[in-house]
């Protein structure tokens, strides 16, 4: 298995000790993210983003939830055989999990290179596969963890603190 | 006719004794501003942005626009129309532009003026703003006060993006003021000021205008409402053609399309976006900074612009059609803008920045509001899923919410008392 850690710094003991020991969330949102589905793929994170809004969440920090989140679906759309997302709510973070079913990032380093795409055709087409989804995701998180390998499922999951 | 009761002032009413409850209205508002009550419809003024679309889906004339009394003019000792561009969308073509235009100084003004006339000064104006404020991308076209206040309800984010100068209705309004006293040497409150609109929101504008604090008009007329009386003086006028000054090349304003074209350049990159949903999926998708590539986003609530607007009489597509001909086959009208120019350059068109109205909080305290979804998601897996909007409610979500909010009970729910009443036999 290759896995991939980014922590701002500064949330460095929080992320630690959220992941220690996960307290039960206040809130969960499940979505699926059906394989090549670019209709659907994406109204998981503007469904989040409209509860967080609710909640009171400010702008700027719905603006990250909103891209990473929607960055990540596409990803689990155009590359992946299909998968889900479910979003964990707390009163100062949001965790996010995206697990899908294969076939892995074979190559975890150049995934993460901006620029870098293994995107087919059909998704080129769409308009998507610019290689910046990951790069884009670890910008936007607090925190970014990845679990994958070649012709294996993939774990995505992401903190943001409010 | 401004109401106090209430904050803010909406131009559209509801008259309880012909609302039969039906629920139209709820379901197609898109700030969910409309609860039906003991088979009444009701108003949420903090919700409500204007946008018209309850005046045309209620088929009882329950919810129809306030408009201003057209003796409202002869409190005046001077008068002035300014016209909406849509207003020339609405006639057959036998009706040329300046009948069309000289019917409006029949209903009793002493002057009439358009919109269209200034457009090419607004073109540059809105140019030179988007140069000088690069660091907002996009800026966020003002002109339509129905995306103004859904950006005040839902997208608060966004306000700093606005367009921050006057309207050209409110531009014209302003330079008329100055030059009309000036002329004819008269106060401020002898010479009333009027718009022709083609929507409820431009009423509401006029009536409680946003980020001004200046004087600007003194009422407004929809173009639904006057139009039988202007029908009555064409035939008169159509045997003696008026001459009267007639700007086709800026009816323009009228279509969000052909005003983005506009401003389009070599460094400005625009974007027209029509419909209320439409406007909604694009202020999402500009919160998330998606659409950066773009300089300018020219934003109507209604369908193809202000021809759209539900208070004219033809339909938007029809009405563009009519206008693109006269745009084409018009004429360039000199006009001498100077005075305007220097108003503007003294900065008499600058608006204040607007404050939001947000309505999205469940509560101020996250705990709290986090408290009050759980409560929410509690009653909505009771709920059917149905959305029928029988509770009065526009969705099983927003009666959820209504209740936990305190103003709806699970009771309203019809298909839930059914239920109940069938497991009871």
């Known amino acids: 298995m290759n896995e991939f850690w980014h922590i701002e710094p500064r949330f460095e003991a929080a992320v630690k000790g959220y992941f220690a020991q996960p307290p039960q969330a206040e809130l969960e949102l499940e979505f699926p993210v059906p394989e090549k589905d670019f209709n659907t793929a994406g109204n998981g994170a503007s469904e989040t983003k409209n509860l967080l809004k609710r909640l009171g969440v400010d702008s700027d920090t719905l603006r990250r939830i909103a891209v990473a989140a929607y960055e990540a679906e596409i990803n689990v759309a155009a590359h992946s055989k299909g998968g889900i997302m479910k979003c964990l709510i707390y009163d100062d973070l949001i965790h996010i999990r995206f697990q899908d079913e294969g076939p892995g990032i074979a190559d975890m380093d150049q995934a993460m290179i901006p620029g870098y795409s293994t995107a087919d055709e059909l998704v080129r087409e769409m308009g998507f596969g610019a290689g910046l989804g990951l790069p884009n995701i670890k910008k936007n998180s607090d925190a970014l963890h990845i679990l994958s390998s070649a012709n294996n499922p993939t774990t995505v999951e992401l903190l943001i603190f409010f | ?425």
């Open chain 2, 1 to 425: 006719m401004t109401d106090t009761t209430y904050k803010y002032f909406h131009a559209i009413q509801i008259l309880e004794d012909n609302c039969t409850g039906c629920t139209a209205c709820v379901r197609v508002c898109p700030t969910e501003a409309i609860r039906v009550r003991d088979r009444k419809a009701y108003l949420d003024p903090t919700r409500c942005i204007d946008c018209g679309n309850c005046v045309t889906a209620c088929k009882f004339h329950a919810i129809i626009p306030r408009s201003d009394s057209l003796k409202a003019i002869n409190k005046y000792k001077y008068s002035v129309a300014i016209i909406s561009a849509a207003y020339f969308g609405q006639f057959t073509e036998d009706i040329s532009y300046p009948v069309a235009k000289a019917a409006i100084l029949e209903l009793g003004f002493d002057e009439v003026a358009e919109e269209a006339s200034i457009t090419e000064f607004m073109i540059d104006v809105i140019r030179e703003y988007i140069r000088e404020n690069r660091d907002k991308r996009p800026i966020l076209s003002s002109n339509c006060p129905a995306v103004v206040r859904l950006i005040q309800v839902q997208y608060p984010s966004l306000l700093p993006s606005l367009y921050l100068r006057e309207t050209p209705m409110s531009v014209l309004t302003r330079f008329i003021r100055d030059k009309v006293t000036k002329e004819k040497n008269l106060q401020d409150d002898e010479l009333g000021i009027f718009l022709i609109v083609p929507c409820v929101a431009h009423v509401t504008a006029v009536h409680q205008p946003e980020g001004v604090n200046k004087h600007l008009q003194d009422g407004a007329f929809s173009i639904g409402m006057i139009y039988g009386r202007v029908r009555e003086y064409l035939k008169n006028l159509q045997n003696n053609p008026p001459e009267i000054d007639t700007y086709p090349k800026g009816l323009t304003w009228a279509l969000s399309g052909v005003q983005a074209e506009l401003v389009d350049c070599d460094d400005i990159r625009t974007l027209s976006v029509n419909g209320i949903d439409n406007v909604m999926e694009i202020l999402s998708r500009v919160e998330d900074h998606y659409l950066d590539q773009y300089d300018y986003i020219v934003l109507r609530s209604c369908t193809n612009g202000c021809v759209g607007g539900c208070l004219n009489v033809e339909n938007p597509f029809v009405a563009m059609s009519r206008i693109k001909k006269m745009i084409k086959e018009g004429d360039v009208t000199e006009v001498d803008l100077s005075g305007i120019e220097t108003m503007y350059r003294a900065g008499e068109f600058d608006v204040d920045q607007l404050s939001a109205r947000p309505i999205m909080e469940l509560d101020k305290d996250i705990k709290a509001a986090i408290k009050k979804m759980k409560q929410i998601n509690e009653f909505l897996t009771m709920l059917p899923g149905l959305n029928c909007s029988a509770c009065g409610s526009p969705t099983c979500y927003a009666l959820a919410e209504d209740i936990v909010m305190g103003k709806a009970s699970i009771e309203d729910c019809v298909v839930l008392l059914k239920r109940q009443s069938k497991e009871e036999e």
